[in-house]
């Protein structure tokens, strides 16, 4: 069995949305735990703010948290624990910490000694001596160390408080973390993530505090995803460049911005700006198009009748694009590689079904039903299968309408108006027209069948990207 467990994650999970899905396509069996930290400053802190019980800002939080995971198809875990559940495990295990001479009490205070424990730093790399007083640990002088951090807190005028054998107070931040993982996974499990900026103090904290209470303790592998910077400036609100992902779901599907995240493997920094989601939103829509032509290729004609062979090409394409997979994916999630690997097998896909030397192919429907299960098997691990292609590529069309301010009766209305000027040779009002749509994202295809419009990248901002390159 593999235990994992993951931190809350947030935005800048990237390839980490991809983890769970994947170990369950290896064959394991996943105990995912996320646990809610629904009290502590912050928390409290914004509750007074707003004159409201914290446990309620809490719960309402998480439920909007719920709504923005489920909309990005991200799996539920297994178990989701709060630390306001979990108050005899925090304490027991402070008795743990307490017992085994690994924690001293100050006037309701409960304080971890660094001390105590030498291997204090092995996650982060980071000395005992580097750790002044004022960078990223409280200031307090009744500490033996100014490094040692609070188990628990005791109760002050305005807060919520919990009975302890310390008097009221509240777990630091820290304990819960390893008190709940520990009550559902055990002492030793496999996998434990969050963003890189919770090695320290956090994760290293979680480390010292859990072998404490347990020698038996251990993580096997630490994942830490990065930041998400927007236009290459970090994110934040000081800034005025912090947004949600409500707020960014308005207008982009939740596809495209899962496909966005994945584009960056998990470890690195990610760069948030216009250009990129309307990039992934176009590659989106182009996965969705290929595959959903693909569709009605194959609805035309009877199952029954295909030959359970594939010519040597389609094979070899599929064989590549599967090892790919396997190779990027068992790689430490190397989304980005993934992603790029399905060009060659869309483009397999595109030319039998649009070009004349693959629809004289022998075996074609077979080999566009071998693709096209190839194509889905992967989208499905990467959390990016659609309900139908026909719905996700409506969804999509929604979207890019919004982002131009427009309505499809509008666009077809000048999609007719170009039809027009074009019959009275009127090129000029023609190509305005279309270079008008294409300014804010809505591009026309021409056919013998007539005139139709799909999503496209603006052209303002297809000018940043080839600035770019």
């Known amino acids: 069995m593999i235990l994992a467990t993951l931190a809350m994650l947030a935005f800048t999970s990237s390839s980490m949305f991809s983890i769970g899905r994947y170990l369950r396509y290896m064959g394991y069996e996943v105990k995912y735990v996320r646990n809610f930290t629904d009290v502590d400053d912050k928390i409290i802190a914004r509750a007074n703010q707003l004159g409201e019980d914290p446990i309620n800002l809490s719960r309402r939080y998480c439920e909007e948290f719920h709504y923005d995971m489920t909309h990005l198809q991200c799996l539920a875990p297994s178990t989701e624990p709060r630390v306001s559940d979990h108050l005899p495990q925090i304490?027991?295990?402070?008795?743990?910490?307490?017992?085994?001479?690994?924690?001293?009490?100050?006037?309701?205070?409960v304080y971890f000694s660094v001390d105590k424990f030498p291997e204090y730093g092995r996650l982060s790399g980071r000395k005992l001596e580097d750790n002044r007083a004022g960078e990223r640990v409280a200031v307090d002088s009744r500490k033996k160390h100014p490094a040692d951090f609070a188990l628990w807190k005791s109760a002050k005028e305005g807060e919520p408080f919990w009975e302890s054998p310390w008097g009221p107070g509240r777990p630091g931040w820290h304990i819960e973390c390893s008190a709940m993982s520990a009550a559902y996974l055990g002492y030793s499990f496999d996998i434990h993530g969050g963003g890189m900026d919770l090695v320290f103090p956090h994760h290293e904290n979680e480390i010292a505090q859990s072998c404490a209470a347990c020698d038996r303790s251990n993580v096997s592998y630490w994942m830490h995803n990065g930041f998400v910077t927007v236009d290459s400036e970090k994110m934040s609100k000081s800034l005025g460049n912090f947004f949600t992902i409500r707020q960014v779901l308005e207008v982009?599907?939740?596809l495209a911005l899962r496909l966005f995240l994945i584009g960056t493997h998990y470890r690195s920094p990610i760069n948030y700006s216009d250009v990129q989601l309307e990039t992934a939103s176009d590659r989106i829509f182009y996965i969705y198009q290929s595959l959903y032509d693909c569709e009605n290729v194959l609805g035309e004609d009877d199952e029954a009748t295909w030959k359970n062979v594939n010519p040597p090409a389609t094979a070899s394409c599929i064989n590549k694009f599967h090892d790919d997979f396997l190779t990027s994916m068992s790689d430490d999630l190397h989304t980005?590689?993934?992603l790029a690997a399905m060009s060659d097998p869309l483009k397999t896909i595109n030319d039998l079904i649009h070009t004349r030397k693959g629809k004289k192919q022998e075996l074609r429907l077979e080999s566009l039903a071998a693709l096209e299960k190839a194509l889905r098997n992967v989208l499905t691990v990467l959390g990016l299968m659609p309900t139908s292609y026909s719905e996700g590529l409506q969804q999509l069309r929604e979207k890019a309408l919004k982002r131009a301010k427009l309505t499809e009766d509008e666009v077809l209305q000048r999609i007719e108006e170009r039809t027009t000027a074009r019959k009275n040779k009127e090129y000029e009002k023609s190509d305005a027209i279309r270079k008008?749509?294409?300014?804010?994202g809505i591009a026309l295809m021409d056919s013998p069948e007539g005139t139709t419009w799909r999503p496209a990248i603006p052209l303002a901002l297809q000018e940043k990207l080839v600035a770019a390159t």
């Open 91 to 109: 304490i027991d295990m402070i008795k743990q910490i307490l017992d085994k001479d690994f924690a001293y009490m100050i006037d309701g205070d």
């Open 252 to 254: 982009y599907h939740p």
């Open 336 to 338: 980005p590689v993934v």
């Open 436 to 440: 008008g749509l294409a300014a804010v």
